[in-house]
Antibody, heavy 115, light 107 residues
Framework: EVQLVESGGGLVQPGGSLRLSCAVS????????MDWVRQAPGRGLEWLGR???????YYAASVRGRFTVSRDDLRNSFYLQMNSLQIDDTAMYYC?????????WGLGTLVTVSS | DIQMTQSPSSLSASVGDRVTITCRAS??????LGWFQQRPGKAPKSLIY???NLQSGVPSRFSGSGSGTDFTLTIDSLQPEDSATYYC?????????FGQGTKLDIK
């Protein structure tokens, strides 16, 4: 069974950093592109970025230069490093497998940016 | 960047009805279009990929059609559990983007 489990969310002050993790099981991570998507409270879905290989990443304009996606295929994990966090980065963050659109999703991890 | 626009933003229908949600892309996305369902407080769930292919385990009352810039999601014989927000998303070029969502209420 394909499973994705996010972790690492929490409360952080403006300007701070946070690293989210997505642990996967039930499939071989290196065979798939992986994506991060977020959803601010009461808002819609926003695609953030993708890694389709160890050294290939793509980003939304809203996070380019502040967020970095990476992966460790041996550890079956996928990451989102978030720097210079702002109030409007407050959201639920989801990881998703980039196969047949986004066929599998985690349950999400909540990030709150507040002083 | 490609913008995705859904209509309507919300709708209300009864059990057993047929509903259609429309998604329009600001430029052609071929058939690189997916549909998602999100129930309140839950993670999104993929329903359809490549415009018309049903994900495994999704009931056959859901169907998708379209190509280029205009797409539709149709739900036949509405069930109470179909109450949710539905999103379209393109994945032809980066950055990917979602529509703003269509909230479906079951009367």
């Amino acid at each position: 069974e394909v499973q994705l489990v996010e972790s690492g969310g929490g409360l952080v002050q403006p300007g701070g950093s946070l690293r989210l993790s997505c642990a996967v099981s039930g499939f071989t991570l290196r065979d798939y592109a992986m994506d991060w998507v977020r959803q601010a409270p009461g808002r819609g879905l926003e695609w953030l970025g993708r890694t389709s290989g160890r050294y290939t990443a793509y980003y939304a304009a809203s996070v380019r230069g502040r967020f970095t996606v990476s992966r460790d295929d041996l550890r079956n994990s996928f990451y989102l490093q978030m720097n210079s966090l702002q109030i409007d980065d407050t959201a639920m963050y989801y990881c998703a497998r980039g196969h047949n659109s986004f066929d599998s999703w985690g349950l999400g991890t909540l990030v709150t940016v507040s002083s | 960047d490609i913008q995705m626009t859904q209509s309507p933003s919300s709708l209300s229908a009864s059990v057993g009805d047929r509903v259609t949600i429309t998604c329009r892309a600001s430029q052609g996305v071929s058939r690189n279009l997916g549909w998602f369902q999100q129930r309140p407080g839950k993670a999104p769930k993929s329903l359809i990929y490549d415009a018309s292919n049903l994900q495994s385990g999704v009931p056959s009352r859901f169907s998708g059609s379209g190509s280029g810039t205009d797409f539709t999601l149709t739900i036949d014989s509405l069930q109470p559990e179909d109450s949710a927000t539905y999103y379209c998303q393109h994945y032809i070029t980066y950055p990917y983007s979602f529509g703003q969502g269509t909230k479906l209420d079951i009367k």
